[in-house]
């Protein structure tokens, strides 16, 4: 049975949803259309005129926004439950400073938690200065055994996880603490936004930044819009993470690299909880100044792909193929014109057909779409986990055309919506760089689990589904 969103709650509809008819809209991550009964109708009057008031109101905000065709957003009288702050530290001194410095303004307790810093002394005259609590531990066990401790530690309703490195913005928890007003809620993310310098590193870290999950909200589930949600920052129930926890330990401490918060995210969701990302909330994030340490984190993070692909499977493909709009570009590739016309034909026919009688959700629009996705993911595939193949087929004259468009393709299409933040030439070789380090993390993650499921290309059928 469904459990409603709770009274008082209201929705925002997906920017991407559209409006079929009286009684269906196409959008939602992934895409499906999704049809009203009578009832739903009546429910979705309630939910365009105000809150949620009644229970069938209730179910059809929460399956309109588990779907991704709606955003909840929560009442503002809503009371803000108890937080703690868990800062995990190794060293960092400075960085730390400027975090504490911006906690402090909020007022909410904070326990920093000790890595087996190389300098403690300096830890420990921050957190006395901040009014901290610090726990030491003896020995390093990574971020994710310094945030189990933290959590431990902690004895409020919620945690706002924060790494050392971030400068929250003021008020920031109590902004996502608001959405703790529905109790199926385990975790809200704010956007977290670099702060780098103004060199071509820096510049291209602001153009591309990881961490940043976009200017829009969302419901965060495996094999949708937005995945997952960095513990950089990020606000949780605690009685959720004790829920999840694995021989008594939250984060999995033997992801001691990088794929902690991934992980975690996942197992909640599987767990039935529901996890939110609210990007009108900002935490800074201070990063790199050089492109050894950009590449150097990109590599770090490749190497948790293969435990990740162990533990979840099938939920970390590094290409999704879908079989008309990859018969396109192959033939397009292969510079068959008329063959490629025939594939995205026979794709817009297809998928008409699955729509089976529904007003039509704009299909060319969507296979074009569709189309372009496959061509750049095949490009990045290519540079980040096939670059010798690409290599060796570059030699033959005949596919030269093929490989400068799967290489150079897609971070051109990129930096147009970049533009104004770094050159074309500067961003392409910067692009490039980041693909080859994160993938040569994936492939050394992947030798050393002895596996071959990170590299997998995944191919599935149906690009959007009905849902009543």
């Known amino acids: 049975m469904t459990t409603p969103l709770p009274a008082g709650f209201r929705i925002a509809l997906d920017r991407g949803a559209k409006q079929l008819s009286d009684g269906s809209w196409f959008g939602g991550s992934p895409a499906r259309i999704f049809r009203l009964t009578p ?112 959590i431990h530690a902690a004895g409020t309703e919620l945690v706002a996880f924060v790494d050392s490195d971030c400068v929250p913005s003021p008020g920031w928890i109590a902004e996502l603490a608001r959405h703790f007003a529905d109790p199926l809620v385990a975790a809200v993310a704010p956007r977290i936004v670099p702060v780098s310098s103004d060199s071509w590193a820096g510049r291209y870290t602001r153009a591309t930044f990881g961490l940043d999950l976009g200017d829009y909200p969302a ?51 599987e767990a039935g909880w529901r996890i939110r990302y609210d990007p009108t909330v900002h935490v800074r994030h201070l990063e790199p100044e050089t492109w050894q340490g950009l590449l150097h984190r990109r590599f770090r993070y490749g190497t948790s792909a293969a435990p990740l692909a162990l533990r979840h499977p099938g939920k970390v493909p590094p290409l999704v193929l879908f079989p008309w709009p990859t018969a396109t570009v192959a033939a397009a590739l292969a510079r068959r014109p008329a063959l490629a016309a025939a594939a995205y034909a026979c794709s817009v026919l297809s998928t008409l057909r699955a ?63 970049h533009r104004r933040t770094l050159d074309p030439v500067r961003f392409v070789l910067g692009r490039l760089a980041d693909d080859v380090a994160y993938g040569a993390g994936v492939w050394a993650g992947s030798v050393a689990h002895r596996t071959t499921t990170a590299l997998a290309p995944q191919i599935r059928w149906r690009l959007f589904r009905r849902t009543r």
């Open 39 to 150: 009832a739903g109708r009546t429910a979705w009057t309630e939910l365009t005129t105000g809150p949620v008031s009644s229970r069938a109101g209730g179910v059809l905000a929460r399956r309109l926004t588990d779907a991704g065709l709606a955003h909840p957003r929560p009442p503002t009288s809503a009371q803000a439950p108890d937080v703690t702050v868990v800062i995990p530290v190794h060293d960092r001194v400075e960085k730390l400073t400027h975090c504490l410095a911006a906690l402090a303004e909020d007022g909410h307790p904070t326990i920093l938690v000790d890595d087996a810093s190389r300098d403690p002394g300096s830890v420990a005259d921050a957190a006395k200065r901040f009014g901290a609590r610090l726990v030491v531990r003896p020995v390093n066990g990574g971020p994710a055994a310094a945030r189990n401790t933290g």
């Open 219 to 269: 419901a965060v589930a495996p094999d949708t819009r937005v995945a997952w949600a960095p513990t950089a920052a990020l606000v949780v129930r605690k009685a959720a993470l004790l829920d999840v926890a694995r021989d008594g330990d939250v984060l999995d401490p033997t992801l001691s690299v990088a794929g902690e918060d991934v992980d975690l995210v996942w197992r909640l969701h």
């Open 355 to 417: 729509v089976n009688g529904q007003p039509n959700p704009g299909v060319g629009r969507v296979m074009r779409d569709a189309t372009l996705q496959t061509w750049q993911g095949i490009g990045r595939y290519g540079t980040q986990y096939a670059l010798p193949a690409v290599a060796a087929l570059a030699v033959c004259k005949k596919w030269r055309p093929a490989v400068a468009s799967l290489v150079f393709g897609p971070p051109l299409v990129e930096w147009l919506r």
